[in-house]
C-alpha cells in the first residue's frame, strides 16, 4: 500500500512539475506556440516584425498586418504597423489584425479592440487586443478591464501618441543595444555586413550562425545592435 501511495505522490509531482514548466514557457500573454500563428507575410524574416525585428508569434495576440507598395506586411502591434505607414506619410493600407478568439486575421475595420486592459501592451504602455465580435470584447473587458473601441478611434490614439512612444521605445532600444554589442563581441563571429532593419538581422544571424543557437531577448538585442551600428 505505501509504494502505491509513493508512487502516486511522485505521479502528481511529475504533472505538477510538467504544468509548471509549461505554464513559465506560456507566461507571456501574448504568445501562442509557432503552430497556431498564421504568417500573411513572405520572405526569408517573415517570422519577424518589419520594423522593430520581434519575433511575431511571441506577441501574436497583438499581431496586424497592412500592405505596403502592394505586398502584406506583418508586425507585433498596431503601433509597428502604424510607424511604418507614418513614414510614408499614410494610414494603414487594408489594415488586418488577430481576433483573440480565434487567432486568425480580421479585417481591424470590423474589430472591436479592447483598450487599456491589465495584459500587457506591445511596443506601447497601452494595451490594445483585438475581437471579431463584441461579446467577446465586452467579456474580456468585464475580466480584465479596458474600453471597447472600434479601429478608427484605436488608430486615433496610436497616431496621436506614436512620436511619444517612438522616443521610448528608442531608449528602450538603444539599452537594448549595448547590451547586444556585449553579446555580439563576446559570443558572434565577426561580420560587415549592414542592416536596414532588426528583421534582416535577425535573418542573417540565423542562416549563418552566427551567434550559435542564440534565442530571446540576446537574439533580439544583437539584431538591435547590427541594425543600428
Do not use: W
Amino acid at each position: 500500500m505505501k509504494k502505491i501511495l509513493l508512487i502516486l505522490v511522485a505521479f502528481s509531482l511529475f504533472l505538477v512539475a510538467g504544468d509548471m514548466q509549461k505554464n513559465m514557457k506560456m507566461k507571456n500573454f501574448r504568445m501562442v506556440p509557432m503552430q497556431k500563428a498564421q504568417i500573411l507575410q513572405s520572405g526569408k524574416g517573415k517570422m519577424f516584425c518589419k520594423v522593430c525585428g520581434m519575433t511575431l508569434p511571441m506577441f501574436y495576440k497583438t499581431n496586424h498586418a497592412a500592405k505596403v507598395d502592394g505586398k502584406v506586411h506583418q508586425y507585433c502591434s498596431i503601433h509597428c504597423m502604424v510607424e511604418e505607414a507614418a513614414k510614408k506619410g499614410m494610414d494603414p493600407v487594408d489594415p488586418q489584425v488577430v481576433d483573440n478568439t480565434t487567432l486568425k486575421f480580421i479585417s481591424a475595420d470590423k474589430a472591436f479592440y479592447v483598450v487599456g486592459s491589465k495584459k500587457p501592451g506591445t511596443m506601447s504602455m497601452v494595451s490594445k487586443y483585438a475581437f471579431g465580435t463584441k461579446s467577446a470584447a465586452d467579456a474580456f473587458a468585464k475580466k480584465f478591464g479596458g474600453k471597447v473601441m472600434p479601429y478608427k478611434a484605436v488608430l486615433a490614439i496610436v497616431k496621436k501618441n506614436l512620436k511619444k512612444e517612438m522616443m521610448g521605445i528608442k531608449k528602450k532600444q538603444a539599452k537594448m543595444a549595448k547590451m547586444g554589442k556585449k553579446i555580439y563581441n563576446k559570443k558572434c563571429k565577426a561580420t560587415d555586413k549592414r542592416f536596414d532593419n532588426p528583421a534582416l538581422a535577425k535573418v542573417f544571424i540565423k542562416q549563418n550562425k552566427l551567434c550559435g543557437n542564440i534565442k530571446g531577448k540576446p537574439f533580439q538585442a544583437v539584431a538591435l545592435y547590427l541594425s543600428g551600428r
